[in-house]
Structure formats: structure tokens, C-alpha cells
């Protein structure tokens, strides 16, 4: 038997009414979020697919009211059109990327192209006057699970009415994770006596797909065939062939001094390209001949003993003109006499160059300082504050980033994976800081959330 009307709680008449303007207006709001999606896979998307796809959904008519019960939106709204004006999820879309890893590169270029600020302090795309973010908001946010995930709000005029919807950003693993929460415990309304125990084995499986997602992308970086230009000796294969002849040669010298060897192959790679590509500015001509001064230098110090127990001599501390080398530099100098894989890495380099023991080590750590230092890197500093700004800003940020590769100190840092992993990073801090007008005052101030960025995609290069 139904309800007589007196009986009927009159918070349902105005979650009645905003139910039916939005089926009302499903139309409008379903064209606009096509277009929403349309504008933000022309901007999101690059030529290498990290978005494998892009998902969208406006709520349903249960999911509406849900909400506006749960947030005890009839007490702050009388009207329908402000209640669906407040809910900052009526149109919800997911980029969906490969890799946790990936969520940072796609929020950077969200904050990257969306950098002018209207009076109300939303950011927008000058070629996109229709689609505002706020992006004021620190990212990621964390989740009532404790877990992080980018989700930021936005506002889109179609035909100048504004229409609210929320853009998370999320890997294949965390979406995965999130559908099986959503169903297993937001979904659950029932009492659980034990919920220590599900929230445990809950905390153990998401565990156990973050390592799933490291693998998967390790495995992709092995796989995925480079498009960017690559310097001649790699282009030629004799950064592979550099990094055969050191193992073959040391492998034995090693097995000499020590009666025993170590697996040192990922070193004597790391070696090979260092040798192939510090002169990068060479003609091919030139690279050739290196080879084979190199080739020469093989054959001598086959015949030279190697003592891999002996501590490397330096003569002097090691001596630069900025920061970022400076911390590395003496850093490397210690860890050379007390990490045994950086005492052999520098045993094999030091034999295979031209000078002494400190000027070589110099040398590599002002090429580290090249490549962290690349133009690209820091673009947005340079297209948005004057020169004399960004350039402080820039040796900030090559200062963290040396204290943290430092603190981390571990011969992985000159993998190929950290590397590219550290420079996406840098750009993640770029954008973060591209719009403070405190110059050194603000990056100083955010240097624990800059360091704590760096540290956690330096660790996802791990697996």
C-alpha cells in the first residue's frame, strides 16, 4: 500500500525533483560529457598510449539520490539546479594508463596545459575556454583507504550553463583495485565483526598488485621499441657491444683477484653506454676511432693485473661548480671504497679512461649533470616566470634531486629506468612550481612534498 503524502518525509520531494532534472537534462549532460572526454584525449594523449583508454559515466538516478543523502545535500540546497550544481561527480571520468607510474606523467600534463587562473582561481586552457580544473589542490589525494589516486574536480560550459565532473587518473591496477573495493566494502553496508581481518588480507592483495604493476612495467621498458632519437653508438649496437667486451674481460680479472666472481652484467651495460655516449656531440667519424682507441685499450688492460680489493686512490676531494655535482660527486667518492658494486664499477671505469681516478669521476658525474639538466626538462619554468627565476628555481630542484639520489646511493640510480623514471619526476616538480611567485622561499618551503615525489618514483624504477 503506498504512503499517503502526509506520511512521506519531504526531504524525498526535493531529491525527487533533482532526480527528475537530471533525466530531464540527460541529454545535455550526456553530449557534454562526450565532449569532455573528446577535448581531454586531445590533451592527455600522447604518441606512446600511456591512456589506454578513456571511460565516462553520468550517475545514475540510485546513485544520485545515495548521494545526496549520504552528504545531507537536502540540508544545505532547496533548489534541484544547486544541488546538481554542488556534486562535483555527475559526469565522472577515468584516464585510464598502464602504470601507476604513468598517473604522475598524466597529471603533469593536465597541470602543464592548464596553467592560467581565472578570478574564482580555476585553471584553464587558453585554446579551451569552455573546460576549467582546479587545480590549486595538492595531488595525489589520499583516499579513506589511505591510498592515493589523483581526482580532480572540473567545471564544463555547455552552452554557458555549468556542468560539474570529476577526472581521476588511475593505472590499470589501482582501476582493478578500485571496482573489487567498491564491490567487496563501500558497497557493503552490513556489519562485519572482523573487519581488522578483511582490511588486512584487503591491504596484502593491493600489495601484491603493486608488485604486479612494477613487473608489468619493467617488462614494457625491456619491450617497447624507442622512438626517440638515440645517440649513434646505440643506434649502431656498440653500446651493447662495449658493455660484451667489459663483462668478458673483467668477468676473468674479477675470477683472478677474488677466486670468485659476482653478477655485474646490468654494471658493465650501465659502463658500455656511459663510454658510448659521453661524447654525444662526436661525428660518427669520431665515434668510430673512439671504438677502436677503446678496442686498444682492452687489449692492454688484458694484460694488467686488477686488484678488485684494493681501495680506488684519488689524490685529492672531488671539486665542481654547482651543487648537483658537488653532493653526488663526494657522495660517489665515499660510496667507491664502501659499496662493492660502485668499488667495481669504478675499478672498470677508471681503467678504461684517460685520466686519473678523481678527474674521471668528475667527468661522470658532470655528464649525470648534463642529463639532468636538459633544457626540456624545466620548459615550463622558462615559458611562464623570467629567466633569473627559473633559473634559481632549476638549481633548486637539481640540488634536491642530487640529495636524493645520494640519500638513495644504491648503482641503480644509473639504470636506464631510474633515469627516465627521475626525469619524469622532474617535470612532475616543474609543474608544481611553475605558478609560484616566491621563487626560492617556495621551493624551499615544499621541499619535503618535493623530495617525497622524487623518492617514490625513484622506487617505482625499482620493481
Not at 100 to 109: L, S, W
Not at 245 to 269: H, N, Q
Request: a negative charge; proline letters at 2%; hydrophobic letters at 40%.
Amino acid at each position: 500500500m503506498a504512503k499517503e503524502e502526509s506520511q512521506r518525509m519531504e526531504l524525498f520531494d526535493i531529491i525527487d525533483e533533482t532526480t527528475a532534472l537530471l533525466d530531464r537534462n540527460r541529454q545535455v549532460y550526456e553530449a557534454a560529457l562526450n565532449e569532455i572526454v573528446g577535448l581531454l584525449t586531445t590533451v592527455l594523449q600522447e604518441d606512446n598510449q600511456q591512456i589506454i583508454a578513456f571511460k565516462a559515466r553520468l550517475k545514475t538516478k540510485t546513485s544520485l539520490k545515495e548521494k545526496i543523502i549520504r552528504r545531507e545535500l537536502y540540508k544545505q540546497y532547496r533548489n534541484p539546479q544547486m544541488i546538481l550544481n554542488s556534486i562535483p561527480d555527475i559526469i565522472g571520468v577515468l584516464a585510464e594508463c598502464r602504470f601507476t607510474a604513468d598517473e604522475v606523467r598524466i597529471y603533469t600534463r593536465l597541470k602543464e596545459n592548464f596553467f592560467l587562473t581565472t578570478d574564482e582561481g580555476l585553471y584553464y586552457d587558453p585554446a579551451l575556454p569552455n573546460l576549467f580544473f582546479w587545480l590549486a589542490v595538492p595531488q595525489p589525494q589520499t583516499q579513506k583507504n589511505g591510498l592515493a589516486v589523483y581526482r580532480v574536480d572540473g567545471l564544463y560550459l555547455k552552452d554557458d550553463a555549468p556542468i560539474r565532473f570529476e577526472l581521476q587518473v588511475k593505472s590499470m591496477i589501482n582501476s582493478f583495485w578500485s571496482e573489487v573495493e567498491h564491490e567487496l566494502i563501500y558497497k557493503n553496508n552490513a556489519y562485519l565483526p572482523n573487519d581488522e581481518f578483511i582490511r588486512s588480507t584487503l591491504d596484502t592483495l593491493k600489495n601484491n598488485l603493486d608488485g604486479i604493476d612494477n613487473m608489468l612495467m619493467n617488462l614494457s621498458l625491456r619491450l617497447a621499441p624507442k622512438k626517440e632519437t638515440r645517440h649513434v653508438f646505440e643506434d649502431l649496437g656498440y653500446g651493447n657491444f662495449l658493455a660484451m667486451m667489459i663483462s668478458d674481460l673483467y668477468m676473468k680479472k674479477m675470477a683472478d683477484s677474488l677466486g670468485f666472481t659476482v653478477d655485474f652484467r646490468k654494471t658493465c651495460e650501465v659502463l658500455g653506454f656511459y663510454v658510448a655516449r659521453k661524447s654525444s656531440d662526436a661525428s660518427e667519424e669520431e665515434l668510430r676511432q673512439m671504438l677502436f682507441r677503446l678496442s686498444g685499450k682492452f687489449v692492454q688492460a688484458r694484460d694488467k693485473k686488477t686488484d678488485f680489493e684494493e681501495k680506488v686512490i684519488f689524490g685529492r676531494d672531488f671539486q665542481a661548480d654547482n651543487n648537483f655535482s658537488l653532493i653526488l660527486g663526494r657522495r660517489l667518492q665515499y660510496l667507491a671504497n664502501t659499496d662493492y658494486e660502485w668499488h667495481v664499477f669504478f675499478k672498470m671505469l677508471f681503467e678504461i679512461e684517460d685520466g686519473n681516478a678523481i678527474e674521471d669521476l668528475e667527468l661522470f658525474v658532470l655528464v649525470l649533470h648534463k642529463t639532468y639538466s636538459n633544457e626540456e626538462l624545466y620548459d615550463v619554468l622558462y615559458r611562464r616566470m623570467d629567466k633569473a627565476a627559473a633559473d634559481m628555481i632549476k638549481d633548486e630542484i637539481l640540488t634536491i634531486t642530487a640529495e636524493v639520489l645520494a640519500e638513495y646511493g644504491k648503482i641503480q640510480i644509473l639504470y636506464q629506468e631510474s633515469i627516465h623514471q627521475m626525469m619524469d619526476a622532474i617535470q612532475w616538480v616543474t609543474i608544481f612550481l611553475a605558478d609560484e611567485r616566491d621563487g626560492l622561499e617556495a621551493v624551499r618551503t615544499k621541499k619535503a612534498t618535493i623530495m617525497q615525489q622524487l623518492r617514490k618514483m625513484l622506487r617505482a624504477s625499482q620493481g
